[in-house]
């Protein structure tokens, strides 16, 4: 077996090896939504009863609803939540917002599972699958990152994950123009 067969087999086991992980952390990820979307439904659903319930863990100190819901507010949307008391349905859009975020890390690792079973089954990473399955996550990411951060790390990591789709699409007109060549 040549040098240059051996590094590809040893590309080919890692990108395996990394599908397997990442497939394992979108396990994870979907168990976690499943739970906060559960918990989500669970407290807008069941506001009313839920209402008393919290207000005396409140009052007694059990309970600190600023911290419950201030987590909401790394994503921009604790000014929406009800100020009148109505302690579940905040909780509640907390923890639907958490899972929206969770969704967005699945469809996410999906596409990078998917990414290294391309690169493994076509020996490339410049094949046109490859590259339509990189510029889509990029752009999931991208939207991602706009509905959790800030406008200006929105456009840094637009401009990082351009720059590297436009490395590997330019690997890939490398790779077309040695294959003709050959």
Do not use: H, W
């Not at 302690?87 to 996410?108: Q, S």
């Amino acid at each position: 077996m040549t040098e240059q067969m051996k590094k590809l087999e040893a590309v080919k086991n890692r990108c395996s090896t990394l599908a397997k992980i990442v497939g394992i952390f979108e396990v994870i990820c979907i168990v976690l939504a499943l739970i906060t979307g559960t918990v989500a439904l669970t407290f807008l659903l069941r506001a009313e009863k839920l209402n008393p319930m919290i207000e005396e863990g409140i009052s007694r100190g059990y309970i600190n609803y600023d911290l419950s819901v201030n987590i909401g507010g790394v994503m921009g949307f604790s000014n929406l939540l009800p100020q009148n008391e109505n302690y579940a349905l905040g909780i509640g859009i907390t923890c639907l917002f958490a899972t929206i975020a969770v969704a967005f890390v699945v469809v996410i690792l999906a596409f990078i599972k998917k990414i290294f079973t391309i690169i493994k089954e076509e020996n490339s990473p410049f094949s046109d699958k490859c590259l339509k399955s990189i510029k889509i996550s990029f752009i999931v990411i991208t939207i991602a990152t706009f509905l959790g951060g800030s406008i200006g790390v929105t456009l840094i990591t637009g401009f990082i994950l351009f720059c590297i789709y436009s490395v590997f699409e330019y690997g890939a007109a490398l790779q077309a123009e040695i294959d003709e060549t050959l």
